[in-house]
């Protein structure tokens, strides 16, 4: 990311932390990023680059506040848009149209494996003998080696063909073309993402911006028909909740009590709390038993005492009392309760 | 036994060796250890390739770039050698394991000198019947030692703990200093087999240009005349990539930048356009090169002062490997020097540092390189003295290697002696031989074939159409 893209992940409503947006690209999935990655809607960046070094967003905020389109805090991570900023901003920037279920699988290692299945394939309906094959790690290699095994034959280059243009035709003529020219097999060795960002106009994260586009649309046939990806992929599909919070979820949902639950899983409450947590955030408000821990009369308790934009309440300035009695964690999964639309039982929201 | 061409046939279907393929191989077999120097493209991977079809037992392959790594992997692979692994940085944990789990079904092995100097490591390795050592880019314990790569230094140390097995050292180029070094380093009197770094065809050429404004202008104006594919090496990654998109619109060409700051994909892509003559011309960092494998690049111009005369020759080599004229330029401006030797004073820990690390290890930031280096150093027991007595040595080599590169650059008569020298070899100047800093380059009369150039205006194919022709 530049200073052009991420800009373009900020508002002037809403102080982005710098250091949140960076953890979600680098995929740490700690509670208090993914929560913030939710207030910022910016959970779909969750692990797009991996190799993004710590710091490796501070140049570019810095060239936004020093072009004076937004404002940063002391520390050095609370970023805001200016007047000038939102301006800047609304340069033709590409908006993904997929990213919304993006976080519905291994998107990373779907790329790797269509990236080489293409390849391979490629290189085969050529008969090639001999080819350098992408550089990818040991499980795309082996789910490509496997998953060619089983669907080699004549048509298959004609079927991968048929499903990548039927996919890719959904998609503006860009997407297409973009996600086309990074691909790599016989006789064409793909551009690299600076090259189609040039020839384009665009940044570079515009670039993959398009093509996670262009390789969601190909996951997403593959998994309504049968394609020749299909099988490749199949592995690949997952709910963003981790195995573990997802069976503490199941066993807090049989008893409601997480003091027991801690026991029973042999985990500390502490984990209980943000596997907790971290199930909230992902899951649409029915699927999380909110009234099983958060009580009606907490809820009034909290409505009394947190007013405001949420992002602004602060768990330190409730009454004493109340903080003795109740955990942050009930402050948070409060918070998440009203954003995700929870309502008191009178029927009063307090969101403003 | 059966005779060497024999094997090759049998193995890699070829009737004959190349130079130095066939010496090094018959010294191996009669118990010695080998020092190889021998120029790229020789085919020195042939020579353990075909040691470990005749011998039974594994050859361990310890080489230190992780991208040529996975490559000589690949490429293995393709030539029909399926029991090859690698194990570096890059191996994620579950394929590290997978690996260790059947350490002992492999032919060949890659390592990283980091993982290889892992206790764990190690003592896995000496389960193993080793039967050979291979050190791949052996100048590098000289060349990045001390400052960069510091396992290299432990290499010696490793090898006896492997319980001294037959070794066979690799590089493209050794003056005599650096051969001794490498033999001292890895304790051992290895058998030379060299062959001359001579490169007729390449014409040497030093320009002395007024300032950074003129090399610019210079460096555009012999892109823009010269044909065919070239390289351009850069001591930055910034002014690499900054300089591909300035050729790019002053001349016309395709330029691409290629160094360590890209990502793998990247760099595999420019290097497969690159030998598929999509591009003319490459602005790179010494990241580049090793592993590129085409024949046809007709000249390399070095924008600063390469480090010693052995990376020049192992950078310029990479010219005219088809045997036609090829072309070697060195921008000189006067000052050039300073860089390396700032930063080569930027690298190096004083010797109150070294003390003062010394006494209080716990005071300094490990993030910063230099202290990194000083607790490698620490933690394998190096003591300080022996700790200052290694930078004071590796200065002392840096600057003699910086005033050879110098006295290259201000050579009066002819380049090609002055280089042959470094390498205690003899030359005689001759018509299509060099012009050094006081002789103009006539580039008409260089002779050096044209080749189709790529051209940046070439028309988008639409997707369909790509699509079409991938499959
Ligand atoms: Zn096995
Ligand atoms: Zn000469």
Redesign the interface.
Known sequence: MEAADLIQVLTPQQTRRLRVIENLLRGKKTVSTLYWGQRYQLLPLIGLDK?LDRGGLDAAARSLVTGGLATLDEENDQLRLTPTGVIAAQRTYYQPQTADTWIQLDLMAARQRLLLA?QV??EY?HAT???????T???TRQAVRAWFQREKSDRL??Q??QA??HA?EQLP?TV??V???L?????????????VAQ?QQRTAWEVTLMQLDGLMQICQDARVDQTPFTSLLSSLWQSPVTRSAQLTLEAVRQTGDLDQVATQRRIKLSTVREHLLEAAIFLPLVDFPYEQILTPKLCQLFAKNLTGAIDDWQYTSLPADLQARYDFFYFRLYAIWIEKGGVLSDGVNNES | MTALTTSLKQVFGFDHFRTGQEETLRDLDSGQDVLAVLPTGAGKTLIYQLYGYRHSGCVLIVSPLL?LM??QV?RMH?AGFRRVAAINSL??R??RQ?ILRHLGDYQFLFMSPEMLSQPTMLSQLRQLTLSLLVIDEAHCIVQWGPDFRPEYLLLGAIREKLGMPRTLMLTATAGKTTRQEIAHQLRCHPQVVATSVDRPNIFLDVEDVGDGTEKQARLAELVAKLPGPGIVYFSSKQLASDMALWLQSQTGKVV?AYHAG?????R???Q??YM?G?LDLICATSAFGMGVDKNDVRYVIHYHLPADMESYAQEIGRAGRDGEPSLAVLLYASGDEQLPLMLGQANRPTAVTVHDYYAHPEAFDVADPGVHLLEFYRNHGISEAAVVRLFTRRERERNRALAQMLSYVREPHCLRQNWLQAFDEQGSHHEHCCAPKQVALDLAALNLPETAVATAAEP?I???D??????
Request: aromatic residues 8%.
């Open positions: 190799s293409v394939v490629s309906t003998r001999r080819y350098y094959p992408l550089a790690d040991l499980a280059g004609q991968i063909l990548l243009t890719l003529e297409a073309t996600t086309t020219s691909l790599t097999g016989y006789q064409h060795p793909g551009l690299t993402r600076e090259q020839r | 991208s996975n490559d690949d393709m191996t994620g579950d394929e997978a691409a890209l990502d793998n994909e990247a595999f892509k420019i497969q356009q598929a999509q988008e639409a997707w369909r790509q699509l079409r022709q991938l499959f």
